[in-house]
């Protein structure tokens, strides 16, 4: 069983930054991919940034060069830096595992907002 927790979100002026953390329990050592996925409300969940077990990132074209994802295996820790963060990065970010059996496991959410 795997569990993540996230934290770091928050309200943020449009042009500011903020880090989100995960912090994965359980069963990690071996996983497919983690990644970053925000959700507005009515909108279906989109993924924002992946990092495969290799250490291969995908982004969302919107978010290229202004987030970063990035792991620390040494924490389990998954991160995303978000820099320049417009109103429409507005949403409930997610941390998610998929594991060597292909099952998803999801964090609770956080809360971005950015908004002046």
Not at 5 to 22: D, K, N, Q, Y
Not at 78 to 98: F, G, H, I, R
Request: charged content about 15%; some cysteine.
């Amino acid at each position: 069983q795997v569990q993540l927790v996230e934290s770091g979100g928050g309200l943020v002026r449009p042009g500011g930054s903020l880090r989100l953390s995960c912090v994965a329990s359980g069963s990690t050592h071996n996983f497919v991919s983690m990644g970053w996925h925000r959700q507005i409300p009515g909108q279906s969940r989109e993924l924002v940034a992946g990092i495969s077990g290799n250490g291969a990132t995908n982004y969302l074209s919107s978010v290229k060069d202004r987030f970063t994802i990035s792991r620390d295996n040494t924490k389990n820790a998954l991160y995303l830096q978000m820099n320049s963060l417009k109103p429409e990065d507005t949403a409930v970010y997610y941390c998610c595992l998929v594991g060597t059996d292909l099952r998803a496991y999801w964090g609770q959410g956080t809360q971005v907002t950015v908004s002046s």
